[in-house]
């Protein structure tokens, strides 16, 4: 056994819009980064096997599970937490559809929740439940019975696409 120190190494990323550079054990967790380190809490940490998906957060626009993922793999990388999405007096409308439909009870695996359905907007079209419902597979909620988030997705996705074909209709024009 041997009495040396691990040596720490420089990572540098975006947080939420901010540069932050530290210096970490090569195997420090992001989810142990964001929360310990940063103070970042709203970041869940659930199983640390990447199975419920509470640590998810979005990396360079992809949904991470953070549990899984070194921070000294994130440098340089813009890594954005539920932090980012909104304040108490101003939710993003995914939040706030969160909230509308009931989307939300004690509230561990939230943040998980809004970043896998913030990453699935962007993406992917969800032109039905049976899609939406696959995109909330990954992450498990022993409260709601998910019936509350996929409606919240509803509203999102008809906001989303009412602002396409308003963009749409206004480039035609």
């Not at 954005?80 to 939710?91: C, F, K, P, Q, Y």
């Not at 032109?127 to 919240?152: M, P, W």
């Amino acid at each position: 056994m041997s009495d040396s120190k691990i040596p720490l190494q420089p990572v540098w990323m975006l947080i939420n819009g901010e540069p932050c550079e530290r210096e970490v054990e090569p195997r420090l967790l992001l989810s142990d980064f964001l929360r310990h380190t940063l103070g970042l809490t709203g970041t869940h940490v659930g199983c640390e096997h990447g199975v419920c998906g509470a640590c998810t957060v979005m990396v360079d626009g992809d949904s991470v599970r953070s549990c899984l993922m070194l921070a000294v793999r994130a440098n340089g990388c813009d890594v954005r937490t539920v932090e980012s999405m909104g304040t108490i007096d101003a939710l993003s409308p995914l939040q706030e559809a969160f909230r509308e439909h009931h989307g939300l009870q004690c509230g561990f695996c939230t943040p998980g929740m809004l970043a896998t359905c913030s990453d699935a907007l962007a993406k992917y079209p969800l032109t039905s439940e049976e899609e939406i419902r696959d995109v909330l597979s990954g992450n498990l909620c022993r409260c709601t019975g998910y019936q509350g988030i996929v409606e919240a997705m509803h509203t999102c996705i008809a906001a989303r696409n009412a602002l396409r074909d308003a963009a749409a209709d206004t480039n035609q024009e």
